[in-house]
């Protein structure tokens, strides 16, 4: 289904059926061909872009070029409660030329009466056990035909760029504080290193002190229990350390 002339054909036109059960990844697929006379750039949108993979989700196609896009739902425990707000948008525009290296510049600059949608709906098949005797079920995604408007289709885009932008927010959030624990992990280990090397040059020197003492020679400040000593403020301050770095 498309709002205006669209510049790709899509199949199927209407909707993508998903057929379960939906506890493993399901795949649907879509055909776009470039029916135009023009190099088309292309945007797969969803309502749903956290239950969805779409492989590829952008790219050009030239004059009668076809590609196939993958549609994977992830896995989920029946149909989705939210399955009535599901939707696809296939958004195009012409190229301004064929050997684009930057297509998501083109979305920012483009003129919004030059891009036209194809809206699909989702149709969820949930098949039973046969050996249960239940039958299967089927859920259409808002069963009613409708085109998008160009304010639709703004507002789909927006649904998709706010749970892609708030998605990449929690990933860069999350890289920032891995490395950071990393750098200090790896700040500790190098005291823990340093120390273990005083200890050990200092646990020499108690051993050449004490062997002065068996020769019979007479070392100032000395004492019998040093090396004790050494040992136990070396555990000590490796303990707190180490206690940091888990």
Excluded at 55 to 69: E, T, W
Excluded at 226 to 242: E, K, M, P, S, Y
Aim: with cysteine; net charge neutral.
């Amino acid at each position: 289904m498309s709002d205006k002339h669209s510049l790709l054909q899509v199949t199927p036109n209407r909707e993508l059926t998903f057929t379960g059960p939906f506890t493993d990844v399901v795949t649907a697929h879509m055909t776009l061909k470039n029916t135009s006379s023009n190099p088309v750039c292309f945007k797969v949108k969803t309502t749903a872009p956290k239950q969805y993979c779409v492989r590829p989700n952008s790219g050009l196609l030239k004059q009668g070029d076809s590609k196939q896009i993958t549609v994977m739902l992830q896995p989920l425990e029946g149909i989705p409660s939210d399955a009535g707000r599901h939707k696809f948008m296939v958004q195009s525009c012409v190229a301004p030329a064929e050997d684009l290296q930057d297509l998501e510049s083109i979305w920012k600059v483009v003129d919004p009466s030059e891009l036209t949608y194809s809206k699909l709906m989702v149709t969820f098949v949930d098949k039973k056990n046969p050996a249960s005797g239940d039958d299967s079920k089927t859920f259409i995604a808002n069963g009613s035909e409708e085109t998008f408007s160009s304010g639709q289709a703004q507002e789909l885009g927006s649904s998709y760029s706010a749970n892609t932008s708030q998605q990449d927010g929690t990933v860069a959030s999350l890289r920032k504080s891995l490395k950071s624990t990393i750098d200090e992990k790896d700040e500790l280990q190098k005291k823990v290193n340093g120390l273990e090397q005083e200890i050990e040059v200092m646990l020499k020197k108690n051993r050449k002190l004490q062997q002065n003492q068996a020769d019979g020679a007479v070392v100032e400040g000395t004492y019998p229990s040093l090396q004790v000593v050494l040992i136990a403020i070396a555990t000590l301050l490796i303990g707190l350390i180490l206690g940091h770095l888990f």
